[in-house]
């Protein structure tokens, strides 16, 4: 499978890296936190590391470690905007359940 962008998330994401003036793509991840146990985590990349995976989806280098991979994989990514609220939202078949509050979720 592979890690997939809409036109908006796409087009942010660019932007991003276009202001910022450097970056190779924007990496996806996972860290443990949270009361349902993961939580997503999205950084600039300047140099990929050892392991990494790089899925490319409408212009963007989208970079995941092998131990993200096994979460992510599958994710769709887009970039949402309801109102004064704007944001990254996942779209993952591997997820199976999610916190209240939304910032954590299990697999």
Do not use: W
């Amino acid at each position: 499978m592979a890690i997939t962008l809409t036109d908006s998330a796409a087009d942010r994401v660019k932007n991003f890296l276009a202001s910022r003036g450097k970056g190779l793509g924007l990496r996806l991840g996972v860290k443990t936190t949270g009361c349902s146990g993961l939580a997503y985590v999205l950084e600039f990349v300047d140099e990929l590391q050892e392991g990494d995976e790089v899925f490319n989806d409408n212009g963007v280098n989208v970079i995941v470690d092998a131990k993200s991979l096994v979460y992510l994989d599958g994710t769709h990514l887009d970039y949402v905007k309801n109102g004064l609220n704007e944001g990254f939202e996942f779209k993952n078949p591997n997820q199976k359940d999610e916190c209240g509050c939304g910032e954590s979720f299990t697999v």
